[in-house]
């Protein structure tokens, strides 16, 4: 993070206004971007350090500000939640939450956040606040504590939360619609002609990584034999995806039970309300899978480079298919495709019917035992069948946590 | 010797071929009869076997890679310490099985994992 003054008047994106004169506070990708868009408009003054007041709990009060801030993406974003929850909870202070505007309708109607700033943001806003809590770069440790500890976890340990001392249901990142947004919802689907009762299947089409990518083709079969099932198809993506969504639309265009939501161009928070009617969402390792999980939605979640355990393992009903060849999981992050190939070639070994018997399995069609006898079920968190471990694993898990106790 | 056109030439003395001796068909099948027959024999012997191989061959690599990228993502995210397994995961990175093949595949297999299932 650095702080930047401003030069020029600058418009950034989505109605957000730098003001020539003033200090904002930016990620380095952000301010490479103004400066090449804006030579000489911006020049960084001090070190992010130099405001920077990480929380201290001892300190906190119900008389307190805490400023939390991470810019995205938005599964990011809402990995601040459950913290954000167990602060209000234990210390009733004022909470302020920062990040990009295209993010910031996700956090709406949250009973804990009293204030939203849209990122990059004026330093005053770091000055008015009594603690902060920076969260770029936590996901992207360099030191791999993130190889090993669910994204939520290594929020709370930033915040100085023992993570262990809440329950795996306290970790699910919580959305909330208010009345008025389910009843639209409703309304969304008699609009889209959806028969009460039917199917709703969600498929997010791309990630916002070319890495995390799933291969279109696989995910074109899949809505095809969804469709032979009578199930309804919701495509989500957002306005990068507006190439692929026009060539779905040619594809299913004699197709009535193919929502393209993606050449809707609807809003973030309409994706959001969609997702709360489906009955199964598929999605590459992104938004969905996250968006899905804190709506309680049954998920589908497809993962090469990272493990579905980093980022699932909290949610309700939900499946990762996990990509097992030799270089995964790379944990590779960035905005790169692989570099064996795009789709990332790992995802070759998941079927569409793999997928689709992930989805007949959440929706009570056919379970998985009855075709696949090898999986990992976890509950709240903990492995509690697996075909890949001794026979002595879980009788040494518990004999350990004996242990502990005494 | 003959004459012909004032050239003196010698006249070769011609052998005749015997003629060929009939050969006794050994075969009661008409070539059609045996192109099919070749065919079914390779259809309903020889490619079962050799499909059978290449799936066993496959089953045992496959095996192989469940257990060992299974223990790989298990011991990488923490949720077993298995040190053994984490030299022979080195290895298998670094092995023929981490390259990806011209059609855009890899050698590897999937694993489900659930998370919390109500039902």
Known sequence: MEIVEILVDINVYQGLTL????????????????????PGGINVTRNFSDVYRKIDLSALTNKKEVFLFRSGGIGDVMFML??????????SPRIKVGTSPMYCSALGNNPDIDETVLMPFDVVEMDKSDFHLMFEGVIEDPTKKAHFFHSVDLFLEEGGIDSKTLSSSDKIPKLYLND????SAIKKMRRDGVLEGSRKIGIQ?????????????????????????????????????QEVGRYLDELFEKESKIINLITKDISLRDSIIYTS??????????????????????????????????????????????????????????????????????????????????????????????????????VDGELVKSPFVDEDFFEKRADSKDGEKE | MSVKEGVLTKKRKVHKRPAPKKKKKTFTKSPIEMERMIKSIVHDIVLPIEQ??????????????????????????????????LKECEDYQKSEFSAASDDGTMDGVFVFSLYNMEN
């Open chain 1, 180 to 183: 008025d947004e389910k009843l």
């Open chain 1, 82 to 91: 459950p913290l954000i929850k167990e602060l209000k909870k234990r210390y």
């Open chain 1, 205 to 241: 089409i791309e990630s916002s990584s070319p890495i995390r990518t799933f291969s279109l083709d696989k995910s074109v079969a899949v809505m095809r034999k969804l469709l032979e099932e009578n199930f309804y198809v919701f495509i989500f993506g957002g306005k990068r995806q």
């Open chain 2, 52 to 85: 059978r191989l290449n799936s066993l061959f496959l089953n045992i690599q496959n095996l192989k890679a469940n257990v060992i990228a299974s223990n790989t993502i298990l011991e990488k995210t923490g949720v077993i310490n298995r040190e053994e397994f």
């Open chain 1, 277 to 378: 009617v489906m009955d199964v969402m598929i999605a590459p390792d992104s938004s969905f899978i996250h968006i899905a999980g804190a709506l309680e939605v049954p998920i589908v979640g497809l993962y090469g480079c990272f493990p579905s355990l980093l980022r699932m393992k909290y949610y309700k009903n939900a499946i990762g298919i996990d990509c097992n060849v030799a270089c995964a999981p790379s944990f590779i992050h960035g905005h790169s495709s692989c570099d064996k190939g795009f789709p990332s070639p790992c995802f070759s070994v998941i079927s569409v019917q793999n997928i689709l018997d992930a989805v007949y399995h959440l929706i009570d069609f056919k379970k998985i035992s009855s075709s696949y006898p090898s999986y990992n079920e976890f």
């Open chain 1, 19 to 38: 003001k020539k004169g003033h200090e904002y506070v930016m990620v380095g990708a952000v301010r490479n971007q103004l400066s090449k868009i804006y």
